[in-house]
RNA sequence: UCCUCGGUAGCUCAAUUGGCAGAGCGCUCGGCUGUUAACCGAAUGGUUGUAGGUUCGAGUCCUACCCGGGGAGCCA
């Protein structure tokens, strides 16, 4: 006999099995009860007739929501069965039964109370499907890297000195020094792109902002990709090949997750068609005015402003060439236009937010003193990155995506608090 | 940090002008042989976020604080 998945239900129709999960939910009818199992793979009902097994039929009536159980059973297609098949039932061995009740309910319960109860939360509803295409999402990125050629490698967590400044930084004490919990691994995978050339990691980042929205987490995953000898259009073209095929790998492997999930599959492969639309920031300050935006030269957007311009173009847009002024020490300034840089947001569609940020990083000696120095910023803590731009220094661009609003995107899902197992919020440290 | 809405049973919410604190769901018990968040019946369930104040009387009005939702700013 077969110890089976519920994914794998549809191929063993007809066949003896055995699955191992959790009772969902029952519902009974006089001498007939139905059994919802789940394994983190799906869910599929099993049946049990009180005439066919009255031992069996008491067993089952006694099982409550989120007991454990290992069954045996026959799998018949039957249409009445939600998914078209279901499990004749044998035999139950009950691992454990809850001693309370189940707190979360499969009616509608309030953000606070399912928060609170994430490591519980996650096991049931949309959850699962989210969290299935989480996984995609990270393969796809680790393949996509590794077809490209890219090396795979780390930064550290700890840091002693930040990117882009001290305020938004989680300080822990270490051995009597200060330390930051890093927010971003950029600095560190330029040193190891001039060593391996094209390199990327996927890491927790870390940002101490009060931001309480539904795009915001204070612990987040991000993939970071730097390229040695890539310029700022390089740099955007991997962006869009990248988020086109996360996206399509997600539709491939997770379509049951995406219907579940109502997702529209096709709607999805339009907005991720290549090349994605590029504008620059003085075109989306005139793209936004038309719009009714009061917005001055030298605002970053917002989100009202991010969802504008997602409506705009219904695909994931490229803004290129900020001032130079709103954005960090380490953007390469455009040649002949000084004053801005050679750097793209990528913006996505929906009001998603920003799916990435990415530049070409400065590459001489000079320019980068020069601009620690305009930022205000201590060159003694950026010396082994100064170093960068004294030992053979070449042309490189890199960019950071945010995973957390890339699955939120993808999945259609209001707040990124369901893109993560267990979210890191400004007021929120448990579970 | 600011704006805004809220906190009443385990959960989701009612409670008229300040006048007996209630319903649905869940749990428990009973009924029902095809349920689809099953349904029907019964029972259970309360320091109304905390502290103070006004009042004959406060869930309701006032003050302070705590907690949560949504949003802004900042960001990916």
């Not at 793209?287 to 409506?311: C, M, N, V, W, Y």
Request: a neutral charge; proline letters at 5%; glycine letters at 8%.
């Amino acid at each position: 006999m077969t110890t089976i998945t519920i994914e794998e239900a549809a191929r063993f129709i007809g066949k003896e099995i055995i699955l191992r999960g959790w009772v969902y939910n029952k519902r009974s009818s006089g001498k007939i009860i139905f059994l919802q199992i789940r394994d983190g793979t799906g869910v599929v009902q099993g049946v049990i007739t009180q005439s066919d097994t009255p031992s069996l039929f008491v067993t089952a009536n006694n099982l409550s929501r989120e007991a454990s159980v290992v069954v045996k059973g026959t799998l018949q297609a039957d249409n009445r069965a939600p998914g078209g098949c279901e499990l004749k039932i044998e035999q139950i061995q009950v691992i454990q039964q809850p001693s309370e009740p189940f707190p979360i309910e499969l009616k509608r319960q309030s953000p606070g109370f399912l928060m609170d109860h994430r490591h519980l939360w996650i096991r049931t509803g949309r959850q699962v499907p989210i969290l299935r295409i989480r996984d995609s999402v990270f393969r796809a990125v680790r393949d996509f890297f590794h077809e490209q050629g890219f090396i795979a490698t780390e930064a550290p967590i700890l840091t002693g000195a930040s990117v882009e400044g001290t305020t938004t930084l989680f300080e822990v004490d270490y051995y009597g020094t200060r330390a930051y919990l890093a927010q971003s691994g950029q600095l560190y995978l330029e040193a190891t792109a001039m060593a391996l050339g094209k390199v990327y990691w996927i890491g927790p980042v870390f940002r101490a902002e009060k931001s309480k929205t539904r795009k915001h987490l204070t612990e987040f995953w991000m993939a970071e990709a730097e390229t040695a000898f890539y310029d700022h259009g390089d740099n955007m073209r991997l962006q869009e090949e990248l988020v086109a095929y996360i996206v399509e790998t997600v539709i491939e492997e997770r379509k049951q997750e995406l219907d579940y999930l109502k997702r529209d599959t096709a709607f999805l492969r339009e907005q991720v068609s290549l090349p994605f639309p590029r504008i620059t920031y003085d075109q989306a300050i005139t793209i936004l005015r038309d719009s009714g935006h009061k917005i001055s030269f030298g605002d970053d957007f917002g989100a009202p402003q991010e969802a504008t311009l997602g409506d705009q173009f219904r695909k994931p847009v490229f803004v290129e060439y900020f001032p130079a002024s709103m954005k960090p020490f380490y953007m390469k300034h455009a040649p002949e236009k000084p004053s801005r840089v050679l750097a793209a947001d990528l913006i996505a569609p929906e009001g998603y937010g920003e799916l990435i940020g990415g530049s070409q990083r400065v590459d001489t000696l000079n320019e980068l003193e020069r601009q620690l120095d305009e930022k205000k910023l201590p060159r003694e803590a950026y010396e082994w990155y100064l170093d960068l731009r004294r030992y053979g220094s070449v042309p490189h661009s890199g960019f950071g995506i945010g995973i957390a609003r890339t699955i939120a995107w993808i999945c259609g899902i209001p707040h990124i608090r369901e893109a993560i197992p267990f979210a890191r919020q400004v007021n929120r440290l448990y579970p």
